[in-house]
């Protein structure tokens, strides 16, 4: 008799197992859902660290370039005049709105200080890094305008969707449209320079 009753609680036992495995899968689908979407989160947002730093860092080292030297060659790869730009013309003439172009052509023996287009890999991630400098006005205290007082730089460091081919550039040539391509990520940084050496800024002379 006992050991009938034994058979049985063994019989049992091993149902109560097979139940509650099978209690634990259901359970366990969705957490395991949301762990692998955390892991993912969490990815994200460190790539979007990493470019939030490369992009305050090429910042920097454009405000770091001599004022008369911040801008671009019109023949250098990647220069684009579109950016915040009045009009299409781009020149040397502090002109509201105008791309900073240094010359048409790149000077014998010049190596340009600002590259228009770069691309850099990290972690797996091909990050784009795009570069405008445009002139930029400014008001004095009694409401004057002085046309082309500083120069604007803005950086864009973007990176394409999951599984997409990395991206040649940030934003549309034609139009400056961001993003160029659906699940595209970016990050701008934009700053104001100002020639060193004038102290703060007195108006039109």
Avoid at 114 to 133: A, C, K, L, M, Y
Avoid at 152 to 166: F, I, S, Y
């Amino acid at each position: 008799m006992d050991g009938r009753r034994s058979g049985a609680e063994d019989g049992f036992t091993l149902i109560e197992l097979v139940v509650a495995l099978a209690l634990f899968a259901i359970l366990m689908a969705p957490l395991a859902e949301v762990f692998y979407t955390s892991i993912g989160t969490s990815s994200a947002d460190r790539v979007r660290v990493v470019a939030i730093a490369m992009a305050s860092r090429t910042s920097q080292q454009m405000a770091s370039v001599p004022y008369a030297s911040l801008g671009f060659y019109g023949d250098q790869a990647g220069f684009s005049t579109g950016w915040e730009s009045g009009d299409a013309t781009s020149d040397a003439t502090p002109d509201s709105g105008n791309t900073v172009e240094l010359s048409a052509t790149t000077p014998a023996g010049t190596t340009p200080p600002v590259d228009p287009v770069s691309h850099t890999t990290q972690s797996g991630t091909t990050f784009t890094i795009q570069r405008f400098v445009t002139w930029a006005d400014a008001v004095t205290g009694s409401g004057r305008l002085d046309e082309g007082a500083y120069k604007r730089t803005t950086v864009l460091v973007c990176w394409p969707a999951t599984g997409t081919l990395p991206l040649s550039a940030c934003t549309n040539s034609t139009s400056q449209v961001v993003p160029v391509q659906p699940g595209q990520h970016t990050v701008q940084i934009g700053s104001a320079v100002y020639p060193g050496g004038l102290g703060p800024y007195q108006g039109p002379g």
